[in-house]
């Protein structure tokens, strides 16, 4: 196949009458490139390159087609923008191609019903072509040859024609301006719809990707495409048939059509970077962007996205308002509250309610009446209508005619900030809690709009506070939500609490002692514990930058498959067994210091006395040594045995949180024994080797030891599970230390599902995110309190 699809180059660019250097010119492929495969001995060819290539050489749509069958080895689809060659994809690849297009379309419907985006129906999201400083030359988009003539390609539309509208895109690129809630990422969701709807043949699967995580200027867009993918989708972490993960697979057979949305949302020290990465692909992708910030990286990089056309949503006109306000209403809602409806109007009246609204604007378009002109000014994006149509159209006894008060509203940005500000008591109206699929009923539901607001600012202040715009949510990032300080002092009350109740248990089932010296030395134990684990928590958080832990995405087998970590089993052995040893020796001397002290209280002798000094350093050092040792081998035994997990499921927070629990569970099964035997087994070896080099008479009976090991079993297990895997860090921070201190309920993974189901939050992934970037940043700002001169209103208090 490499040799006939050499000679097919050759012949297209003899026909041509061009040098390899002149291709490699106009393609920006490589002459060593081109050369490869002319020669036939490159092997692995991306369907980008030879892409590139038939554009470059201008060829028609049968000559694509001639390369396409070549390179899949059949008779194919061409190698257009829209028609990746799918065929040169193996089973596995297309397999997965379908799946992921499945979980997008799923994904995405539900997203959509979630925003209630077509009830009634969608509002007209229109766009216009944007200025022509912010697009490419359209012979450049159109990827005309030299001396060829463009066409005029028309991208106006709508809502209901952007598929259409970028199938007229020849380079496949497209970017979406638009102002903060002009209805972008609607965009986005409704165009990877419509194109899943209806693909082309050989189509690549659309996936909207927050582009604000990505950090040009250490990952290439590559990795991060795939990283992403892996995330929101973990079942593409399964081997191709080249031991490459499915992910990277889709993305370098060019499979994937990655739609970028929010640009904007990027650190504005990255954007430049980020639109120059961009532009050294030729790949067809997607690009949302506030026009104001997208066009400061055209400036600063001195082009635009290269090759792709530009559109700039317009704003929603009063005839849409007057079009989609009405039928927002219902007449049974003011029936539906035991309350009566407002003002004592009967519940029909309600249908009407905008219509007071509507007349003042139409006055103050036509006569320019200063008290309508800012609401009429406020409703031109859908953000704000739909804001307006939850406040006022979904809530009992609301009238929208408060918003033409020039005194309690007097700007703008006052009347933004009120929607803003009625938007979650609205939706947290108290309602019957929904019985899942398994028909149990849930919890009492978050109802309580004042909680749920501190609830939910506390998670916007977190996101809002980090070093650049962050939209992620995700579970296992909620402890960075504290201070390094808390989460250190919140480990060490719980591996200390940890290893002193196993001490307890134990010590009552299999050696019996006094109350007081039962309880002493527990608590020694657990204080020396809790030291030394949340020391080196301390250490390992201050390594790594505060960084949160990431779910564990290996499981504990005997068997190694292509894509295990068995690769370099000798370097992931140095690395945590170095971390045990060290682990391992600072418990040890925290415990034998510990039960010196213990022995010491009880026994009525002075800790200064010469013999137990002595026999404390001896302690000390038998200790280190035997916790230190154990720990080295047993977790870097463990590491040699992790494998990546196989997970067939789409990826959803609660899916990924539950996965986590299950491989904690596994891996405490797994550590618990080993760290017992390990631990009295070499604390017998060593006393043995050590007993004829000291002074002094050393005794390690076996049950002594093995009560020890428990302790330091059981315990040891628990502590290392709570402070250094991401679901423990989720239940000792998430789901108790930062309850315990109000700023989160005591079931975090509940509220962050009813927020999502009560359309706060939506949910990317293995993420939640804010609806709105604009409302996180009201939250966050407000941390849930209530702005002068704004009572609860009547959904607060629903």
Known sequence: ???????????????????????????????????????????????????????????????????????????????????????????????????????????????????????PFPLPVRWQAAPSGLTDRPENIQRLGPGGRSQEVDLGGDLRAVAEVYRRIPSGRLVILGRAGSGKSVLAIRFTLDLLAAPAAGGRV???????????????????????????????????????????????????????????????????EALEALNATSSPLVLTSRRAEYADAVGAAHAPLVWAGAVELTDLTLDDLADYLPRTTRAHLATADTAAPAEGRPAEAHAGAWDTVLARLRRARDAHDPRGADLAAVLTTPLMVILARTLYSDTPGRDPAELLDPTRFPTARSLEEHLLAGFVPAVYRRRAPERDAGGRRPGAPFADPARAERWLGHLARHLNRLDHEQRDLAWWQLSDSLSRRSRSLAVVLATGLSVAIADWLLCLLLSPLPGFRLLLQGTLLGLAAGLAFGSVYALADRSRSGAPLEPAGVRLTLRHGPGGLGRRPLRTFAIRAGQGLFGGAVMGTGCALALTTERAVASGTRLADRWVVEGTLIDVLVFALTFGLAAALVFGLVAALEAPVDVTAAATPAVLLASNRSTVGRQFLVLAPALTLAIALTGRLLVQLLRGSLDRRLEWEFWDGLLIGAVGGLGGATAYLLAFTAWGQWLLLARIWLPLTGRLPWDPAAFLDDAYQRGVLRQTGAVHQFRHLRLQHHLGGRCGRTPPGLGPGPAAGA
């Not at 920006?28 to 092997?43: D, H, N």
């Open 1 to 119: 196949m490499a040799d006939k699809l050499g000679g097919l180059l050759r012949g297209f660019r003899d026909e041509a009458g061009l040098t390899q250097e002149q291709v490699a010119e106009r393609s920006g492929v490589s002459v060593r490139t081109i050369r490869r495969l002319e020669s036939g001995s490159s092997t692995n060819h991306r369907m980008g390159t030879v892409q590139l290539l038939a554009d470059a050489l201008g060829l028609g749509e049968q000559d694509r087609a001639r390369l396409a069958a070549t390179l899949a080895g059949s008779p194919g689809d061409p190698v257009g923008p829209t028609a990746p060659a799918t065929t040169t994809a193996p089973d596995d690849l297309t397999a997965a191609a379908l799946e992921l297009a499945t979980e997008v379309r799923r994904r995405w419907r539900r997203e959509e019903a979630q925003r209630r985006v077509h009830d």
């Open 206 to 272: 659309p996936v909207i990707l927050g582009v604000g995580s990505w950090d040009p200027s250490t990952t290439a867009l590559r990795d991060w495409l795939v990283a992403r993918l892996l995330r929101d989708h973990p079942h593409l972490a399964r081997r191709s048939a080249r031991g490459a993960t499915l992910a990277a697979a889709l993305v370098d057979a060019d499979l994937v059509l990655p739609v970028l949305d929010g640009f904007d949302e990027m650190a504005p020290g990255l954007r430049r």
